[in-house]
């Protein structure tokens, strides 16, 4: 690093030039805004406007699935040439340009079969964004990464604004200003990511390359990400649909929506001085746990809005602390050379083969939705097999984060 205290200039412990690290910094949190936005779109209200294209609850999983199914091979295939290449940046710009255009099939009425080739195509592109992200905001933030939750909790802010002001506009507008909203939001974090430095991380070719290791501790620490990913799929696919069926709209799902992101932001806030006292392993049996019981509240109690609340407030656990917990438990255990790869891997694992799974096995069993409940009833079994596997992990010396 120079020793030019003035310079605007620096060099990261990781070998990343970096241009003003915290306005990099604003320029991460706004991407987080609108990447996390476009999730707020499009996971609750996703269902809904398939159901309004005229697809059943089989098709609606199995479409959803896709969303989820990318991601197991897309993040690993970009972590593999941002790993190699050091093109990080460029691979967030590029992800997010050839998104914003191939979203756009979304205009077309096409049938399941055109809109199932336009999801896989427009997300793989998408899912090059999300894991790359991830390495430069922890990349930029050094040893401070403590301060992840805080750039975080704007893409929670983003989720929040707009799963709320779009089960409003659905309510007077109709499911198809989706792909207006999408698009919009799209071009919005195409145009923060341009700001990201284009500098790659200088990658070390004179050493010979290691393979990548999986111990014990992260075999069982990805199976259970993986069922806890599982559980998430009645949440991610049908939970508007849910509570449409049982009596809600589709503005107060949007509120119920925002008040289970509201949380998540409160968690995260929380989540490095939780992390440095508890560890990863502890939060995360208890955030897992949590989950487990928030499934079983919507199973037998969403009628109820005081209890629906507090499912939601949960939601806190079952993202908040469990992904700040992850993320840290990913970085600590893969060095620079392989955090990409890291990273892709805990997201294609858990959102991709988790998520998949979770959503398209919900199609099936939620059938014409009169046994709806059961499917939030397999989703609790699913938790409390993922906390079962976060137990078994060997037990190692974590590094406090603070």
């Known amino acids: 690093m120079s020793s030019n205290a003035q310079s605007s200039t620096s060099m990261s412990p990781n070998g990343m030039q970096q ?5 990099q910094l604003h320029w ?3 991407c987080y805004f609108f990447f996390f936005a476009i999730l707020g779109v499009l996971v609750p209200y996703l269902g809904v406007f398939f159901e309004n294209r005229g697809f059943d609850a089989q098709q609606i999983g199995f479409l959803l699935a896709i969303l989820m199914a990318t991601r197991i091979i897309a993040p690993n295939i970009w972590a593999m040439v941002a790993d190699k290449t050091g093109m990080r940046g460029q691979l967030v710009k590029m992800g997010a340009a050839c998104s914003a255009v191939t979203f756009m099939s979304f205009f077309y ?20 964004i999300l894991a790359q992200l991830e390495v430069i905001t922890l990349e930029t ?4 990464t403590g301060g992840y939750g805080k750039i975080r909790s704007f893409g929670s802010l983003g989720y929040l604004v707009f799963v709320v002001s779009v089960g409003f506009a659905i309510s007077q507008f109709g499911t198809e200003i989706l792909p207006f909203v999408g698009l919009a939001l799209f071009l919005g974090l195409l145009g923060c990511s341009l700001s990201l430095p284009s500098t790659r991380v200088k990658v070390d070719k004179s050493q010979v390359p290691t393979p990548l290791k999986l111990d014990a501790g992260i075999i069982w620490f990805l199976l259970s990400a993986m069922l806890l990913q599982m559980s998430a799929g009645p949440f991610y696919g049908f939970f508007v649909l849910y509570l449409k069926q049982v009596g809600y709209s589709e503005s107060s799902a949007g509120i119920y929506v925002a008040l289970g992101v509201l949380a998540e932001i ?8 939780l992390l440095g006292r508890y560890g990863v392993s502890a939060l995360l049996v208890l955030s897992i746990g949590f989950t487990a019981v928030r499934w079983l509240l919507m199973a037998f109690c969403a009628s109820n809005m005081v209890w629906l609340g507090v499912s939601q407030l949960l939601h806190a656990f079952t993202f908040g602390l469990v992904h700040a917990a992850s993320i840290q438990f990913v970085h600590q255990r893969f060095d620079v050379r392989h955090r990409s790869k890291g990273q ?11 998520g998949a799974l979770g959503t398209w096995l919900c199609g099936f069993i939620w059938g014409d939705g009169s046994q709806a409940w059961l499917s939030w009833l397999a989703a609790a079994v699913c938790a409390l097999l993922s906390m079962l596997a976060v137990l078994l992990i060997p037990k190692t010396r974590e590094v406090a984060k603070q």
């Open 19 to 23: 241009s003003d690290p915290q306005h």
């Open 28 to 30: 991460i949190s706004a």
């Open 109 to 128: 009425h096409g049938g399941f079969v055109y809109l199932a080739i336009s999801l896989s195509i427009y997300t793989f592109f998408w899912n090059a």
């Open 141 to 144: 933030l050094g040893e401070n």
């Open 266 to 273: 409160v968690m995260f806030m929380f989540a490095p001085r």
């Open 344 to 354: 892709a891997l805990y997201a294609s694992l858990s959102f991709g083969v988790g």
